[in-house]
């Protein structure tokens, strides 16, 4: 038997009221001559024996209901004594050897810690339990081992902190499906306590209850735990960029420590930082742009100083250029910005990308030696591509350039169908009905705004090439008509769109409709996204992950950090019915390469932030709750969860004491 | 206006003696028309023994030659087994000044006194250690005693039982006594003093005088009780402890009732206020059919 909230025994002294009023509230009696008194002393005895019992019975009901509703909000409890008889396998032990048992504080890890707690558990249980089997939830470990062999020296050599968090939820059933033939006297839970276990609380309360399992204290003193919850990039100045790192300590004590950046395991910078239990601050490391050539960055911040030895280095993968870089050729340049071909197409990527592509210009003529170094290229209503340009522009498509061709009345038919990656045949200008719309081919081409498909049924289409579409190619718009529109077609490593009418108002007036800013940011976007050269891919340790591919084979990939591993690979399909392959990360943060005949990406394996907040739950609080869900509940704290507010509790008293008053006075 | 006042009261209580007077009268004429006793042959009987001289005696039964002896008045007793002595003894402790009790016990009285008259036995009246003769035929003598006696009404200390116990000491062998009281003295002493009477041959007639509200109190809360006769007190919470009284009423008459039948000596008669003079006495004369 025990008290939820054993602050309101101390309104046990309400319990003295009815005494009170019993020997003092007497009311002043009504006098009266009474002739047949003579017959009633001769009852007196009887009546004023049965009015004591009366009495007495009264006021020990009153008193028993001051002190049972003192004790119902106080929240009493009845535990059971666990039934443990016929059980022959030994008493098992359950230890969360998560990772964060690797915490360090005042000198000793909670590993450690936890190992103390067994053998004095072991030794307290002597007369219990012969044996014990032994499983650590993480790394599922299992041995057994008798109950005088249970020694600090033997448990550390078998028990050491798992790579994966655990999960009583998911965890313990799993643990206890496989014992599930055995017969254990007692299961006992060994855990540091940390948010990851209580932050399911209910949940996790209710395995610990349903397999009856008990908790044992571990006596873990708080600690800090530093790290980084959130990375963003703003440019200073001209080359040069701030890293602005937000960084949270997720322990119960101050952290004091540094927060060190690397740069290709280089240290750039370093920095001190003081922070207050559950304080955030943000820290900024101005380092230097990097080169026009060196596109891809690779950053670590490392912290140290903590009590938590947990791997939190924050991993940070920075493309120069934001998402890309887009280099649009003007085919048909105007002193008049508004009459360029590219200026509808130029004003909506800025305005849709903003800074986070960079979008370059040129004049048909000034086409670069080095496409490679733009992510996407467009022509405009270029005139004539002659076999320089067509060889440049073959070598950036093979490789993995993205281009996107839209035509004008400018245009060399014959040079463009020389062209061997274009998607189709140009045959030649038509024009249009004048109430002909633009209808989507492939509608999942722009399922992320599909009004869109609306919107373009009422473009004006006045003029377009029509075309024949080449093997390989797919249509993703077409005219009302049925003609061609929007053609695209893989080639080599790379992409090419063919667009039949003109981006500007020229030939439609689709520029000026509502729907041009979306179909252009989804046009570039996918494009840009499928562009890449590499994906990127954000994973926590061990965490699934699922990458959408062109094709996919069973088997295995081989994944490249520091160290390089080989795992295994499950094909799917998802809701769009594409490939995707499906993988477990490594537990270690950092970078890793996978590349692949199929996939080219990099992963980026930072910590869980969820593990970093190191908030324990008070292991007293989750016993009683344990003992509470494992006992006949007699309090209302099962409703509120023992969070009554004194103004309830008076106001309840009150009521409680007056309609016991009012049925005593109605008594009488 | 005090004066009409008194004589308008006068002429109520009259009334209401008178009324009684012919309620016995018809109950009488009902019940033992056919019985009457005829008591011509006089006082020429044999002479049994002598008592004292009470107010109201013939004084032609009063013994001259004793006088003169001794100098105190006695009467010579004759042995006439056509006349009772009757004593009608009128209980006036203080508990009979509760509620109506005493008036009507008057009116009880009255009527039985009456028809005790109408039988031609000596009747006596006995209050407060006075013994009134009542006359032969003398109904107007009768109300007057009995108005004297209410317009003189006086509490007398303690319960009924100290004089009533005398009462063998005056009334003779085979005389009857009517006890008109509520009774409440020690239940005990009642039946011991009613048992004893008993046993002297002395028929006993006992009128439970006594209101609704003393048959069946109601009261509720905490209460300080005063016995009137005692002064005794009594504090109690009076919260269900009725029924227990009542029964403990039930048994206490219920053992006089049985007591006085068992030795065929007496009646016990109810003489609640919510029973009506007619029945009271259509029950007295229950026995006398018996």
């Known amino acids: ?668 | 206006m005090e004066f009409f006042s008194e004589i308008r009261d006068s002429i109520e209580l009259l009334e209401e003696f008178r009324k009684a007077i012919i309620e016995s009268d018809t109950v009488l004429e009902e019940v033992i028309s056919g019985i009457h006793r005829s008591r011509s042959g006089g006082y020429n009987t044999e002479f049994l023994d002598y008592r004292s001289y009470v107010y109201g005696d013939d004084l032609r039964f009063l013994d001259w030659k004793v006088f003169l002896k001794s100098n105190r008045y006695f009467v010579k007793r004759f042995e006439d087994n056509k006349r009772n002595s009757v004593y009608l003894y009128l209980d006036n402790s203080s508990s009979m000044f509760q509620g109506n009790k005493f008036f009507r016990s008057l009116l009880v009285l009255l009527s039985v006194a009456n028809i005790f008259l109408r039988m031609k036995d000596d009747v006596f009246v006995v209050v407060s250690q006075e013994r009134i003769r009542i006359k032969e035929s003398g109904q107007n003598q009768l109300i007057n005693i009995i108005g004297e006696i209410y317009q003189n009404r006086k509490e007398s200390r303690g319960d009924f039982l100290g004089l009533y116990n005398r009462m063998p000491e005056i009334a003779e062998k085979n005389s009857v006594i009517c006890l008109f009281s509520d009774l409440f003295s020690d239940p005990d002493m009642v039946r011991s003093s009613v048992s004893t009477i008993s046993g002297t041959g002395i028929y006993q007639f006992i009128f439970h005088i006594v209101t609704k509200e003393e048959m069946n109190p109601s009261g509720r809360g905490l209460k300080l009780f005063t016995d009137p006769d005692s002064d005794e007190t009594l504090l109690i919470q009076c919260d269900n402890i009725w029924d227990e009284y009542r029964n403990e009423l039930r048994l206490y008459t219920g053992a006089l009732n049985d007591l006085l039948v068992a030795t065929g000596r007496g009646k016990y008669i109810l003489c609640s206020d919510d029973i009506g003079l007619r029945d009271i006495l259509l029950k007295f004369f229950e026995k006398e059919r018996d």
């Open chain 1, 1 to 668: 038997m025990g008290f939820t909230n054993s602050t309101f025994l101390y309104a046990l002294i309400l319990a003295v009221v009815p005494v009170i009023i019993h020997l003092f509230g007497i009311k002043r009696p009504s006098r009266e001559v009474f002739s047949p008194l003579p017959v009633l002393l001769r009852i007196r005895k009887k009546i004023i024996r049965k009015k004591k019992i009366h009495s007495l019975i009264l006021l020990l009901l009153r008193i028993l209901l001051v002190a049972g509703s003192v004790m119902f909000f106080a929240g009493l409890f009845v535990s059971y004594p666990s039934a443990s008889s016929d059980f022959s396998d030994g008493c098992l032990i359950l230890i969360d050897n998560s990772p964060s048992v690797t915490v360090n504080a005042d000198g000793r890890s909670v590993l450690s810690r936890i190992i103390s707690s067994v053998t004095e558990y072991a030794a307290r249980k002597k007369n219990q339990c012969v044996s014990y089997t032994v499983i650590t939830l993480s790394d599922r470990k299992r041995f057994d081992v008798l109950s005088d062999n249970v020694k600090s020296d033997i448990l550390r050599d078998r028990i050491s902190a798992g790579p994966k968090s655990v999960n009583i939820e998911r965890d313990i059933p799993e643990v206890l499906a496989t014992e599930k033939d055995k017969r254990y006297s007692s299961i006992v839970l060994f855990s540091d306590m940390y948010s990851h276990f209580v932050k399911e609380i209910s949940g996790s309360l209710r395995i610990l209850k349903d397999n009856n399992i008990e908790i044992e204290e571990i006596g873990m003193p708080a600690v800090s735990n530093a790290f980084i919850e959130h990375i963003r990039v703003e440019r200073s100045q001209e080359q040069r960029i701030n890293l602005i790192v937000t960084v949270e300590n997720g322990g119960e004590s101050v952290f004091y420590g540094s927060i060190k950046l690397f740069e290709n395991e280089s240290l750039l910078d370093k920095t001190t930082v003081s922070l207050a239990p559950s304080d955030r601050t943000e820290v900024s490391f101005e380092i230097p742009d990097g080169k026009e050539n060196i596109r891809e960055r690779f950053f670590a911040f490392r912290i140290e100083g903590d009590d938590f030895d947990y791997d939190n280095t924050e991993y940070f993968y920075y493309r120069e250029g934001g998402k890309g870089k887009i280099l649009l050729v003007n085919g048909e340049p105007s002193p008049d910005e508004t009459k360029s071909e590219i200026f509808f197409l130029s004003n909506a990527l800025k305005s849709y990308f903003g800074e986070s592509v960079r979008i370059y210009s040129v004049l048909e003529d000034m086409l670069p030696e080095t496409p490679q170094l733009y992510d996407i290229i467009a022509l405009a209503n270029v005139s004539g591509i002659d076999d320089i340009k067509a060889g440049l522009l073959l070598s950036y498509v093979n490789e993995g350039g993205k281009l996107f061709i839209s035509l004008g009345s400018r245009i060399n038919i014959r040079e463009y169908n020389n062209l061997d990656f274009l998607p189709a045949d140009i045959l030649g200008l038509t024009e249009a009905d004048k109430n002909t719309g633009i209808v989507a081919e492939d509608s999942l081409f722009f399922e992320s705004v599909p009004d869109i498909l609306q919107g373009i049924k009422r473009v004006k289409l006045n003029k377009f090439f029509e075309s024949k579409v080449r093997k390989d190619a797919k249509v993703i718009l077409k005219t009302a008509g049925g003609m061609p529109l929007l053609v695209s077609r893989g080639y080599g490593k790379g992409l090419v769109m063919l667009y039949t009418t003109s981006v500007d108002m020229d030939m439609n007036d689709f520029p000026i409709r509502k729907n041009y800013l979306p179909f252009v940011s989804v046009l570039f976007g996918r494009m840009l996204e499928g562009s890449s050269e590499r994906k990127i891919i954000y994973a926590k340790g061990k965490e699934e992950v699922s990458v959408r591919v062109q094709e996919c084979r069973n088997g295995s990939i081989n994944i490249t950090g520091r160290k390089s591993s080989e795992v295994k690979v499950l094909c799917k399909q998802d809701l769009s019915q594409r490939m995707i392959i499906s993988f477990t990360a490594p537990y270690e943060n950092g970078f890793y390469k996978i590349t692949e005949d199929n996939i080219n990406a990099i992963m980026i394996v930072n910590p869980d932030k969820s593990e970093s907040v190191l908030k324990r739950t008070d292991i007293s609080e989750i016993k009683k709750n344990l003992n509470r869900n494992q006992s006949s509940i007699v309090s209302p704290n099962i409703i509120r969860d023992g969070k009554m507010s004194l103004v309830e509790f008076l106001l309840l008293l009150c009521a409680v004491v007056l309609l016991s008053e009012m049925f005593v006075m109605n008594r009488r």
